[in-house]
């Protein structure tokens, strides 16, 4: 079963603007995590947000979490080529595992 | 540098052969774990080991088998009993967790599987 569905399944962009993606997930949590991937690489973590926080920040990266409505935005600001990748949240529900979404495809445009 | 190495990147079959992925870590991480990524997919996690001598059932734990002899490596076996074996294959690890924490995932590059 996943537990986040991200959303827009794909993302187009041009360099400089933002991009956002959502996340929904369906059972409680403990903390949502953001992960990245380049294309036939592993994943890279990106920011934990523990289900007491609504917002955190990391350099470009803003998360926000709204555990009433179950769900959690990443924004990334002032976009570059180099963010073109998938990006996958995942919920933290239990000791030791996660359980990921089936990731947004960001395009970045030069 | 610390890290995960998965080997190999690539990995053909014939159908009906058992194959052994192999991740070994020296972030000395004490849970690893094995995922499977189908394109366009999320990732599905098959087993895990939170210590040594000791793994747990993922989501997708039928026609894989595990091992964890040594803390710092965790191979995953695809068996001819699994149906559909050609996928992505990604191992990762993480510090042990407290109750109501999970500690970020350090992942492999993953090893790409192809049975014919």
């Known amino acids: 079963s996943q537990q986040g569905e991200e959303d827009p399944q794909a993302l187009s962009i041009q360099e400089g603007e933002n991009a956002t993606m959502n996340c929904s997930y369906k059972t409680s949590i403990n903390n949502l995590q953001w992960y990245r991937q380049n294309s036939g690489r592993g994943l890279v973590h990106l920011i934990l947000?523990?289900?007491?926080?609504r917002e955190k920040h990391s350099g470009r990266l803003r998360v926000t979490l709204d555990t009433s409505k179950k769900s959690s935005s990443l924004l990334i600001t002032a976009s570059r080529a180099a963010d073109t990748a998938s990006y996958f949240c995942?919920?933290?529900?239990?000791?030791?595992?996660?359980?990921f979404g089936q990731g947004t495809i960001l395009t970045v445009h030069p | 540098d610390g890290g995960i190495t998965q080997s190999p990147k690539y990995l053909f079959r014939k159908e009906g052969q058992n194959v052994t992925l192999s991740c070994e870590q020296n972030l000395n991480h004490d849970a690893m774990y094995w995922y499977r990524q189908d394109p366009g997919q999320g990732l599905r996690l098959i087993y895990y080991s939170q210590i040594v001598n000791d793994f747990q059932k993922g989501d997708i734990a039928e026609g894989y088998s595990v091992s964890r002899e040594k803390k710092e490596s965790f191979p995953l076996t695809v068996t001819s009993a699994q149906k559909n074996p050609t996928a992505f294959y990604l191992c990762a690890s993480n510090k042990k967790v407290v109750q109501s924490s999970n500690s970020p995932l350090h992942f492999g590059n993953g090893t790409r599987l192809t049975v014919t």
């Open positions: 947000i523990r289900s007491n926080e």
């Open positions: 995942a919920g933290g529900t239990s000791y030791g595992k996660l359980t």
